[in-house]
Nanobody, 128 residues
Framework: QVQLVESGGGLVQAGDSLRLSCAAS?????????MGWFRQAPGQDREFVAA????????DYADSTKGRFTISRDNAKNTVYLQMNSLKPEDTAVYYC????????????????????WGQGTQVTVSS
């Protein structure tokens, strides 16, 4: 089992950058988990943002974040990151990281239902 804690959210202006972190803990091996970032705005469904395989060899992005957001991981620090550049007001949401132990070297998961473990979320607000 793994526990996830997100940090790095905040209030920024359009065009600014933020880096979210998700620290994993527990009696498990972080490097064996595929990781993902999702977000949920008020009144909307949780949506996929980015995902990374346990090896770090594959990364996938939502069309809305491709080219602006970068997902990465540091298995030595049990942490996954989401670098967000050129932020827009429509990026405003609570951002969640998720983990799942299934999947192979190049496996990423794009659906929330694919993930077993979730963090509590961190708020990102982008003002215009």
């Amino acid at each position: 089992q793994v526990q996830l804690v997100e940090s790095g959210g905040g209030l920024v202006q359009a065009g600014d950058s933020l880096r979210l972190s998700c620290a994993a803990s527990g009696r498990t091996t972080f490097s064996s988990y595929s990781m993902g970032w999702f977000r949920q705005a008020p009144g909307q469904d949780r949506e996929f943002v980015a995902a990374i395989s346990w090896s770090g060899s594959r990364k996938d992005y939502a069309d809305s974040t491709k080219g602006r957001f970068t997902i990465s991981r540091d298995n030595a620090k049990n942490t996954v990151y989401l670098q967000m550049n050129s932020l827009k007001p429509e990026d405003t949401a609570v951002y969640y990281c998720a983990a799942d132990r299934s999947g192979g070297y190049f496996s990423t998961f794009l659906r929330a239902s694919d993930y077993e473990y979730w963090g509590q979320g961190t708020q990102v607000t982008v003002s215009s």
